[in-house]
């Protein structure tokens, strides 16, 4: 890529703004490389909350926005990690527009630029979309999770009509109330609704339904996402997002036609503008855009274990557990008898700075804990033969990219229908759904490693999208229209 910056004319500049999360900031950065190696010029809009180390992007601008001054009242005192951290996605949405706006003003007069095509925001960013057209600028959206999501989030009105948003399960842990209102200065998860008599039996048999509109899906899969109507800012956000991607010029989705070939059609049928389906994770790796350092100390270990023996244990970049619950992941991986490989980030077990609650002599010969890893680079590693994850959209895919079946303990937002999806309908993954116990993660583990028919569906989904990819295949035809249309502005 560097040798081509020497050659390549870059006349056009895409302005690529990512909600500044980890699972959201990889898929853009990605699609900013992408977009790079066909010739355009990349500008990146970002928070200074969580931004990426600019150095391992000498070939792109950046411009931090919206939280530059520290005493601003409205920011400056967010949580900076776990489910609070979220709360500026509402805050920003809420009071960004002027300050985009300006941003944009000086992009778009910059006479020692190239000329901006497009911006492209992050789906969740909806007030862009009034300042691009306010500016008669195309915008364009990255949604970072799955099609299938995005249409059961559309549906949010529908299933709370149908009284579904009001259900509880003993699993779920609700969204924070309005992602910002109450409680931010607390960086714990919430409440874990424990089952005491919170939820009564009709309710119970309501949950194990078929949600009508969504055959592939139980009830308790919709409670599970933790969006509660009635005081959550989160299903405002969502309602937007909804509409202003249907405002957008175009839609680029981290995923790939064979995977979600009848969502795509649907999300064609129903939204004029144009949707491009590219796996980002085939194209190009995310370690550059990781906020956390890499632990690569592990590797030697790695290298000498037999193929398919070690299962790799992640919950991406936002999860927390109650003690007792990691407690019981402890004692299901243990009684597996599977060597392992552990991220257990700091403060991913809620009340701990590490691995305070660990048994000593855990991290035996059997197994070895890090606290971030390179996880593309250990999903392809042959000797991993599952992933227990949380399903966080990127991790499924990236799996899914390798070729590696799934444990899935969803906590909130899609990772419950993506769960559902690897379970269910791919049929690569087995679906943890009753929560944390033991016996249930000790049974899912050992069949997950042994079931031979389940590696071969996963090895064949890996087959369609690295055929996807080679000229004439749907994900190589993504990029190339994708390229036209960014282009043609
Ligand atoms: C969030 C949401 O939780 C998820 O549901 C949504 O789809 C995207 O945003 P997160 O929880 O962080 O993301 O999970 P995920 O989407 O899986 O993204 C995590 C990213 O961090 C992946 O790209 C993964 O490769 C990377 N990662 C994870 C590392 O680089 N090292 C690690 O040790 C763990």
């Not at 300050?99 to 911006?119: H, I």
């Not at 249907?246 to 064609?268: C, D, H, P, Q, Y």
């Not at 000797?383 to 990219?401: D, K, M, P, Q, Y």
């Amino acid at each position: 890529m560097e040798n081509q910056t020497e050659t390549v004319d870059r006349r056009r500049r895409v302005i690529l703004f990512p909600l500044p999360y980890q699972g959201h900031i990889n898929p853009m950065l990605q699609l900013a490389n992408l977009l790079y190696s066909k010739g355009f010029s990349i500008t990146i809009l970002h928070t200074n909350y969580n931004k990426p180390k600019t150095s391992n992007y000498p070939h792109f601008t950046f411009r931090f926005i919206l939280d530059n001054d520290p005493h601003d009242e409205r920011y400056s005192n967010l949580p900076l990690h776990g489910m609070g951290a979220l709360s500026r996605v509402l805050l920003f949405n809420q009071y960004g527009a002027d300050q985009l706006c300006l941003q944009l003003e000086q992009e778009l007069s910059a006479k020692d630029e190239p000329s901006v095509s497009c911006l492209i925001t992050d789906a969740l960013w909806h007030f862009a979309q009034l300042v691009a057209d306010s500016l008669s600028l195309p915008r364009l959206v990255l949604r970072t999770s799955s099609l299938f999501s995005f249409l059961i989030y559309a549906s949010i009105p529908l299933l709370d009509d149908r009284g579904y948003l009001s259900l509880s399960d003993n699993t779920t842990t609700p969204i924070l109330d309005g992602l910002g209102y109450h409680d931010l200065s607390d960086n714990t998860t919430t409440p874990i609704l424990d089952g005491l008599g919170y939820h009564d039996l009709s309710d119970n048999k309501r949950l194990e339904e078929q949600v009508e509109e969504f055959p592939m899906l139980k009830v308790k899969d919709i409670v599970k996402m933790g969006f509660k109507r009635e005081k959550d800012g989160v299903v405002g956000v969502i309602d937007n997002m909804v509409k202003q991607m249907k405002a957008s010029s175009g839609i680029i989705w981290n995923s790939f036609k064979e995977l979600e070939e009848s969502e795509l059609e649907t999300v064609r049928r129903d939204i004029p503008a144009p949707s491009f389906p590219i796996p980002f994770a085939k194209h190009f790796t995310a370690s550059s855009s990781s906020l956390l350092e890499h632990d690569r100390s592990f590797f030697p270990w790695l290298d000498q274990q037999p193929p398919k023996s070690v299962v790799y244990v992640s919950f991406g970049s936002i999860a927390q557990v109650e003690e007792k619950h990691f407690m019981e992941m402890v004692h299901g991986l243990v009684d597996s008898k599977q060597s392992f490989l552990w991220v257990v980030r700091p403060g991913f077990v809620s009340g701990s700075t590490w691995l305070e609650p660990l048994p000593d002599g855990f991290q035996s010969e059997r197994g070895r804990i890090v606290k971030w890893a390179p996880q593309q680079e250990v999903l392809g590693h042959e000797a991993i033969g599952a992933f227990w994850t949380h399903c966080g959209w990127n991790s499924t895919l990236e799996s899914v990219c390798e070729g590696v079946p799934m444990i899935c303990s969803p906590f909130r937002g899609d990772q419950p229908l993506d769960a559902r999806y690897v379970s269910d309908v791919w049929k690569v993954g087995v679906y943890l759904e009753n929560g944390w116990k033991r016996e249930e993660i000790t049974n899912a583990i050992r069949r997950v490693m042994a079931d031979e028919e389940m590696r071969e569906r996963s090895r064949i989904l890996k087959q369609k999208l690295d055929a996807s990819l080679i000229e004439g295949g749907s994900s190589y035809e993504s990029v190339e229209s994708l390229v036209a249309y960014v282009s043609s502005f």
